[in-house]
């Protein structure tokens, strides 16, 4: 085994190719896989799965959208069809791909390695938690074959209980199941970061990435056993026939969209938190500066998940609420504007005078911080109390949580695959298709959901099977917009793949990044160090001057 | 490659040492620390899972006062309450538990483990008479849910619903049943601790995962001592 004393400048990337080092990919029988509890290999099963169901989650959303077409309902049989398929889209895409997405995969991988860490506390845990996901997703894929079920992700009662005769209480054990999986991972990245960090690797001296799972963490822990309970009683209710949540049998048809909410829009904060994460590791950087007003960023991931916690009211506006309750949540709710724009504004300032390259990850990270302002401006027209009354339910509220769940979201977890993938496989991926594909994403997005915001503010309400024929070119040019975002999709799914047929080549450190898990070999070793590391400087150490041959090919692009 | 000899040269030479000491931790104290935290974060996960329950029960018995305090009158009071006691004891034998192992005490830790499982299974055997009484009584929500007969004239003259009185039952069935499911996995919890301590598995006499085990039990004690009030001492008419 040839080890090497890892420190900046073996890392560099300039040796020749070396002889074969133990890596944590060597083992390939299949036990190897479905035993392991290296927390990196657990990422790429979470890798692999979240990605089967964002292709599922994508299928069902291409015929949505191909159906929007035309105003009449042509290409699905029934509006029940259309029903069920943007259940599908819902369920897939929020409780199996988003939630897990940057946590389970990237947060998995990284987050011992950043914190100078051997693994994660409690390693059989963590294969628990995909053992419970992949439960919860067979269970999903056996309902799609089964015939689907059509109550929206958010299975609002009595619909779900009492009227819906498709396959609501199998859907309720998914959901749960995969709340768990969730609960898992955060429980143990919570006890990590508290237990395991390498010498000197003081609260502040942590990525921003890891503040921002840590305060992800605390929403898994605390806000998914609610759903998990909101769950069961709609189970029970439907089982037994008992009144919990019908009104006709003495129910309460708010108190579940209370429990719901409760966690659902904390769950916003899961799945857009870690995004941040990736953004404030990316943008220092490839601006090659200090990450501007750190302690500001940390404190907003905290700020965010407390506050996540006590908007949830903001959801029911118009389903009944004491208008004095939808006072206080809508002014909790413009709340959550100042941390989101404490980090915008930081992270544009970590740009000002920097040394800004335009490699893909940076092109996604600015993508986000565009999109994610977008996003978050209209939250804050939709929680202004009037305002709502007029755009709820309708395609402006689509194109709100669209912006945040995929143009934040979604555009930071490819952002962050592809500035770690070199770490995560010893791969680069070709970077002139990696920036088309950026772009392709950007330009989709925004001709998909733009469109989506006037068909909204001109009153076309969601979750329809046809319209009225004055809103076609909208909904036509959203369609158009949407090819454009699948080939954006595709791409990194097929040089990706591409990208594994040859030997890892990559430098340790392409991008010539600050962070810990720079420092071990790409693709680390199974004890991720080969010396329990030792932190003496804070992180985002960037000097322009370093910018001196960055080059993530260099003589790698060669082969 | 085997993961002792790999990696950092301490935690090597530390798993010589002290063979209980899993791969990713540096010495027994990170390990300790990371359990015992670990254990209370789970906690906080399952305040909230019952949390969910309470505030639910606490809205519809805010809603319909006299329906659950009439349902609830329903319910075998001293039972309860001897149940209470019974928990109140195991908590009582799981702390001496803790201190036996800390004192290095084996057999006295076997017997209080032992114990403190016995009277886990009293309090399971005292519940499964209250569900089989309820049964008899035709209290059990989509099985046989009835008004009892001697209330029927009582909800009829002051027009009180009895869908709330059912609704009463739905969530005690919930609720018990939660908390019985919990004390079922602590009593096999412990039954796995009292054997290793038997076989003397435990190198350092078992001090934190006695603890840990401890503070589960604790916790599910914890829960009783809310239930039992807010199901079972609900007055007034």
Redesign the interface.
Known sequence: MSTTVLDQTAAAGHKPPKPHR?TYL?AWTVKSWLLTTDHKRIGILYLISITVFFLIGGVAATTMRLELMTPKGDLLSSPDAYNRMFTLHGVAMIFFFLVPSIPATLGNFLL?LMIG???????IINLMSWYMYMIGGSIAIAIILFGGIDTGWTFYTPFSTMFSNTLVVPAAFAVFFAGFSS?FTG?NF???V???RAPGMTWFRLPLFIWAHYATSLIM??????L???VM?IA?ER??????FDPA????PI?FQH?FW?YSHPAVYIMVLPGMGVISEIVPCFSRRPIFGYRFIAYSSIALAILGFIVWGHHLFVSGQSMYAGLVFSFLSFLVAVPSAIKVFNWTATMHKGAIRFDTPMLYAIGFIGLFTVGGLTGIMLSTLAVDVHLHDTYFVVAHFHYVMVGGAVLAYLGGLHFWWPKITGRMYPEMFGKLSALAVFIGFNFTFFPQFILGYLGMPRRYFEYAPEFQVLNVMSTAGASVLAFGYGLPLIYFLWSLRKPPSAPANPWQATGLEWQTESPP????????PKVEKAPYSYSPVAVEGFDGYGDHGSH | ?D?AT??????AAGSALIPLL?????DVE?QS??SI??MW??L???V??F???L??FG??RY?HPHEFALASHNLYMWWGFVNTIVLLTSSLTMALAVRASQLGRRTELVRLLLATMVLGTCFLGVKAIEYTTDYHEHLI???NFEVPEHQLGEVVERGL?P??M??FF?LYF?MTMLHAIHLIIGIGMLGVMAYLAHINWFSGGGAVQIEVGGLYWHFIDIVWVFLFPLLYLISGK
Request: charged share 15%; aromatic share 12%; glycine share 10%.
């Open positions: 133990e060597d011992p860490a051997r693994d994660l506390a409690f390693p609960i429980f919570i006890v990590t508290h237990t395991m822990i605390l806000g998914t056993p609610v998990a309970i909101a009683l029970v089982l037994l026939r008992v009144g919990i049998l003495g129910g309460d108190l429990l409760f070793p199974t004890h991720n160090f080969e010396f329990t | 490659m993961t790999m990696g950092h040269t301490d935690a899993s791969h990713q931790f540096d990170q620390y990371s935290l670990g974060i789970f906080a996960t399952e909230m899972f949390g969910g329950l505030t639910s809205i519809y809603l929500p989509g099985l619903d869908r709330m059912q609704m739905v919930f």
